[in-house]
């Protein structure tokens, strides 16, 4: 309908800015000319940091854990300890090359996290728009640059909408500038972020020649810094506190063993070395790095592949599993955004027709906006009440001027001029709003009034609002000046927009899984509240505007709400940092437009819904690549079983550090009994070893969200360590007196190999079975079962050692009976460990209950899923079945292929040796444009600026020329006559 949403920048007399440029470029590059330039120029992409294999490889072995290995090592070989010292070498190669190796395979996964990621842009190529990867751009690519996008490139403005660019990331000023205009020129710079308008623009410069690329190659090299998550971070530091702890112990070993049993001779000093080597290397959990980061990056990409939510880093798995509220947008999220206009209930304004009001709204959209579900669905009202004489009825009318939507103005306006009427300008929006512009607060729009009649219909307005939001309904209200006479209200439009089919299940998961959904919504404060009662949230909804006031009852308020409505952008953020700050929620935020960023980005797990902007996007913790909010549910329950995992494993570690120095030092002291080194250095090794599989375990989601609380994870563990330490000194104590076994297990005052071996067997049956317990949210044998690899790695892993203690004297050669009366010693044990490790749950009110492991989503790749498999359904292999897309990507392609086609007009002029290769342009683009959606051609270029060389006025100045078309609009209709003719 009319031209897209723009002000003329190009008003004589105002500008001196050369907008003129070679009208070959328009054509855009043939792929032989792109792949051309791809090898003069390179990729659009600054130089990627390799990092090099046998770097990853170094990397396993420096650290604070591996650096103490290291040094384990060089002391076992200045005593001549060659077998403790092969085994310290194998524990330290074992490590690095199994951390290499999972390394490598999480690098893989986050590598396919990256390409989900990968920004895509219309490009002009061949004749036909496709959505290419911004890498591949080169200069010569023509684009289309719409709000939200982020410049991918130096990019020149050609013709368009005066653009409002963001361009804080690369000057730092807070205010968007304008593109193009005298004082910035129209060069738009790789890194800016467009906010609104849209234009078409021809790629100048590219990766490194960019001017950001040129100036800041250097910030690639930030890509080599891993991030860290708080919780890794925690906990590491707290690795840090157990290995000095260790130190302390093992020098205040030495010294008592040197003084109080007279050792500090060679061949004692030899040994208590041995000794302290041995508590050093059971202290250090050197797996646990390579199992957080596993387990995140693998969790991140099954996150990606099966549950539609790609997470933009690692540490945002932590966010997502603690997230306790979330704030969710209606349009779109909650509702389908497939609004239609219910044409049988227009309410029209006296001296007005449904014809009219259909009329104006019409010419207040823009028909390529398909992505626009207000603009679409008043254009196919339009459409149907028309038919095929909308065009004829409209073609004299001519576009002067647009204001684009702004979710602060609630309102666009265009303004037209017609032979025989004159001057006419149409507002569309929300209907108070255009009734009176200063309705919720006045704005700093240019364009401001007051209807005609003001006081007379306000109340009659609002009624009609009033009673179509409370039946469920959107609301469209219209206004119209002819020439100079009053602002006249013509008419309102109810529009539905349906709640999506899953959204009721997924809010009801949602809240089962202990979290607060907030509905936070632009729409009339009726409209949500119907929205809300038909899928199952609370209908204590208020007005955005009542967040504005900094009050401990705003604070309150906000809250105790189920949402608010009529909001403006820097409500929702206002919302975000009071649950954020005041009340310490870990904030969930969607959004999907540039407008949506600031409170994206202010909320810990931003959310960018499919099919979002990439300002958006670059805000958010997580991207969903479905519609609707079921992918977030899965992510929820995916994160939070990825954190059960970290949990367990941490659980367990620390207990098992605990168990073996504090056993070991005690043997010491109470009854000088040490263990010998390779024992102790194997347990360590096997505990690591055996616990990789961890990443790949089967975990159950909690009801509640995660907790991150270091303290309460240690003080777990160190109870379990606790009682595993006790149950160990007990059998060292107990087992020689209490007659049950073969052997002769006297600690004091022998400690022969054989008390040695079978109180190492204990401790590496007992740690090794403690896995079981502390990855289990309740009794072992009521939560889900291991997964198959870590339940053979450590059944195995007890086996060897079992074998390595009853066939090898070094260990003892202790009995088979004793070997299977240990074995049961210790599962006892377990069952007493795992009995107390609930009570202290309940003692510290941890959540033991876990959500069902099969939920009804109803997300869009389930169904697609079981569809393909199935063969049959609505998802089935129907080719004849095509439904319209109506996505930004797939728009933003058709009209870019549809306005190189209907500029063809210009080839005329083109040199004759580019006349060949335009016209298999033309061809190219003729065939692409047929095959796109039912667009409507003609009208694509309506109200465009379009300038070329010959345009320029006699004193040198350019000036505008607007394109006609055959989808011009001129009123006709006996309302408008009769406003043009009203005094």
Same mark, same amino acid.
């Given at each position: ?9 190009? =008003? ?8 003129? $440029?070679d #009208? ?14 791809t ?9 990627? +940091?390799?990092?090099?294999i046998?770097w990853?490889?170094?990397?396993q072995?420096?650290?604070?854990m ?9 002391i076992a070989?200045?005593?001549?300890d ?5 085994i310290?070498?194998?524990m330290?190669?074992?490590n ?7 390394q ?30 911004t890498?591949?751009l080169?200069?010569?690519d ?16 050609l ?5 409002q660019?963001?361009t804080?990331?690369?000057t ?11 004082e ?7 890194g800016a /972020?467009?906010?609104?308008g ?11 020649? /960019?001017?950001i ?16 998550s ?12 157990v ?19 007279? =050792? ?15 508590? +050093?290397?059971?202290?250090?959990p050197?797996?646990?790095?390579i ?5 995140m ?21 932590q ?44 010419l ?24 095929t ?19 602060i103005?609630?309102r ?5 001029t017609h032979?025989?009427?004159g001057n006419i300008?149409?507002?569309?929006g929300?209907?108070t ?13 240019a ?27 959107? @609301?469209?209200?219209?206004?119209v ?18 709640p999506?089919?899953? /959204?009721a ?14 509905m ?5 404060l ?10 199952g ?19 309150e308020?906000?809250w ?10 820097k ?21 999907d ?20 902007t ?14 609707g909010?079921?992918a977030i549910y ?5 994160s939070?079983? +990825? ?27 109470i009854s000088n ?10 347990l360590?090794?096997?505990n690591?070893? @055996?616990?990789?599989p ?8 909690? @009801?509640?969200?995660?907790?991150p609380?270091?303290t309460?994870i240690?003080t ?8 595993e330490t ?16 073969q052997g ?21 049956v007992?740690?090794?079975l ?5 990855r ?9 079962a291991p997964?198959?690899p ?5 059944? @195995?892993?007890?086996?060897i ?10 260990f003892?050669a202790?009995?088979?009976?004793d ?5 049961v $010693?210790?599962i006892?044990?377990?069952f ?8 202290l749950?309940?003692?510290f009110?941890e ?22 498999k199935?063969?049959?359904?609505e ?13 930004r990507?797939? +728009?933003?392609?058709?009209?870019l ?19 060949s ?9 003729k065939?692409?444009?047929?095959s ?16 070329s ?13 607007f394109?006609?078309s ?6 006709n209709? #006996? ?7 009203r005094k």
């Open positions: 309908m009319g031209g897209h949403d723009t002000e003329n920048p190009l =008003q004589a007399g105002k500008t001196k800015l050369d907008l003129s $440029y #009208p070959t470029e328009r054509l855009g590059l043939t792929s032989e000319r792109a792949e051309e330039l090898q003069e120029f390179g990729y659009n992409e600054l130089p990627e +940091i390799t990092i090099s046998w990853v490889l170094f990397v072995f420096t650290g604070v591996p650096y103490m290995l290291e040094l384990a090592a060089l070989i200045a005593v001549q060659y077998a403790d010292f092969g310290i070498l194998v330290l190669l074992c690095g090359f199994l951390g290499f190796h999972e490598m395979k999480a690098a893989e996964s986050l590598r396919e996290l990256t390409q989900k990621m990968e920004q895509k842009i219309a490009t002009l190529r061949d004749g036909h728009a496709e959505n290419l990867l890498r591949l080169v200069p010569g023509v684009v289309l640059l719409i709000g939200g996008v982020q410049v991918p490139a130096d990019i020149e403005w013709e368009g909408d005066i653009l660019v963001d804080a990331a690369l730092g000023e807070p205010l968007p500038r304008k593109y193009p205009c005298e910035y020129g129209k060069l738009i710079l790789c /972020t467009i906010r609104s849209e234009a078409y623009g021809i790629v100048r410069k590219t990766g490194v020649n /960019t001017e690329g040129s100036a800041n190659a250097d910030i690639m090299k930030d890509k080599t810094v891993t991030k860290v708080v919780f890794e971070q925690r906990v590491l530091m707290v690795v840090q506190v290995i000095f702890v260790a130190l302390i112990d093992v020098l205040i070993i030495f010294i008592v063993q040197g003084v109080v049993q007279d =050792q500090f001779t060679a061949s004692g000093i030899q040994t208590d070395l041995l000794t302290c080597l041995s508590i +050093i290397v059971a202290a250090i050197i797996a646990l790095p199992v957080l980061n596993v387990t990056a693998l969790g991140a990409g099954k996150m990606a592949r099966e549950y539609d939510a790609v997470v933009t880093s690692l540490p945002a798995l966010d997502i599993s603690s997230m306790t509220v979330l704030c969710s947008d209606k349009t779109g999220t909650l509702t389908t955004a497939k609004i239609s206009i219910h044409a049988e209930s227009v309410w029209c304004a006296e001296g007005f027709t449904k014809q009219d009001v259909a009329l104006y709204a019409g207040a959209s823009n028909r390529d906006k398909k992505e626009d579900a207000i603009d679409r669905s008043v254009i196919n009202h339009f459409d149907r009440i028309f038919n004489k909308g065009a004829d009825i409209v073609k004299e009318y001519t576009k002067v001027r647009s204001v684009g939507f702004n979710p103005y609630k666009v306006l265009y303004e037209y032979p025989k009427i300008i149409i507002a569309k929300l209907p709003k255009v009734l009176n512009t200063k309705d919720g607060g006045e704005d700093d729009a364009d401001q009034w007051v209807c005609e009649g003001f006081e007379q219909i306000k109340d009659v307005v609002k009624k009609v609002d009033y009673d179509f939001s409370k039946a469920g309904y959107k @609301t469209l209200g219209i206004v000046k002819i020439n100079n006479k009053p602002w006249t209200y013509c008419g309102i439009l109810p529009m539905l927009d349906p999506r089919h899953d /959204t299940q997924t809010i009801k998961n949602l809240v089962t899984a202990g979290i607060n959904v907030k936070i919504t632009g729409d009339h009726n409209i949500a509240k119907e929205t809300a009662r038909l899928i949230m609370g209908i204590n909804i208020h007005a955005g505007e009542e967040t504005r006031n900094p009050t401990q009852d705003r604070n308020l906000v105790n709400a189920d949402g608010f409505a009529q909001v403006l952008p409500d929702k953020r206002e919302v975000v940092l009071v649950l954020r700050n005041i009340y310490n929620q870990v904030v969930g935020m969607t959004g437009g540039v407008n949506d960023a600031p409170a994206l980005s202010a909320a810990q797990c931003g959310v960018a819904v499919d099919d979002a990439d300002a958006a996007k670059n805000a958010a913790a997580i991207i969903l690549t479905s519609p909010l079921s899965s992510a929820v329950v995916e939070r079983r +990825i954190f059960r995992k970290l949990k367990a494993y941490v659980t367990y570690r620390f207990a098992a550090s605990i168990q073996i120095v504090v056993v070991l030092t005690l043997l010491i002291f009994c040490p263990i010998t080194a390779l024992f102790i250095i194997l360590a090794l096997f690591d070893l @055996t616990m990789l961890i990443a790949y375990d089967f975990q159950q989601a909690s @009801t509640k969200p995660e907790n609380d270091v309460n240690l777990v563990s160190a109870s379990l360590g606790t009682l006790c149950f160990t000194l007990l059998f060292a104590y107990g087992a020689g007196p209490s007659g049950i076994f002769d297990y006297q600690v004091t005052g022998n400690c022969s190999v054989s008390t040695q071996g079978a109180i190492w067997l204990q401790m590496f007992a740690t090794e403690l896995i079981f317990s502390a289990a949210p309740t009794y072992i044998w009521a939560s889900i997964s198959l870590l339940f053979a790695s450590v059944i @195995t892993g007890c086996l050692a079992s074998l390595m203690a009853g066939l090898s004297t070094t003892g202790i009995s088979g009976l070997i299977v009366l240990i074995w $010693y210790n006892i044990c377990l007493f460990i795992d009995v107390t490790k609930v009570s749950f309940k003692f009110n959540n033991t209950e876990v959500l069902p492991e099969v939920v009804e989503t109803g997300s869009v790749s389930e169904k697609v899923a079981r569809a393909r199935s063969g049959e359904g998802f089935g292999n129907t080719p004849d079945q095509v439904t319209e897309d109506y996505s990507a797939s +728009i933003s392609t058709s009209r292929s549809e306005w190189a086609l209907s500029k063809n007009e210009h080839l005329s002029n083109l040199e004759p040796s580019r006349e290769i335009a016209a298999a342009t033309r061809s190219k683009s065939n692409a444009a047929l796109s959606i039912d667009l409507y051609r003609e009208s694509l270029t309506n109200g465009r600026i379009s300038v060389r010959s345009m320029t006025t006699p004193n040198g100045e350019l000036r505008p020329s394109i006609s055959s989808a011009n609009l001129r009123p209709t #006996p309302a408008a006559k009769a406003i043009a003719n």
